[in-house]
């Protein structure tokens, strides 16, 4: 004779419950965006003060560093000084072109 521990148990009868109207598996899914790179061709952003900055920056750089090769040194050190810049003096940087572009109107 089998005692209670040593017997299976009898598996539990569930009700399966309707799936809610506001669940989330019920909803479709948005359809994704296809990835486009927009109007081929649309003319380029105009380039901010900071690459005027570091193109003079890089060529100064290179005259005073020669043995340096790496761009990114180059990089780290052109940021560092863009940030250790004031507003003003980084501006001043822009050509006059983009100066009335900035809504400036005179050069600073």
Do not use: H
């Amino acid at each position: 004779m089998k005692t209670r521990s040593q017997t299976t148990p009898k598996p539990l009868k569930t009700v399966a419950l309707a799936p809610r109207p506001d669940s989330p598996k019920r909803r479709p899914r948005p359809m994704p965006k296809p990835a486009g790179k927009g109007d081929p061709r649309a003319p380029k952003k105009p380039p901010t003060a900071f690459f005027y900055f570091m193109e003079d920056f890089r060529k100064t750089y290179k005259l005073e560093n020669p043995s340096v090769k790496s761009m990114r040194e180059i990089g780290k050190a052109c940021g560092e000084k863009w940030n250790t810049m004031s507003f003003e003096v980084s501006i001043s940087s822009l050509q006059p072109d983009s100066c009335v572009a900035l809504g400036k109107g005179e050069v600073l």
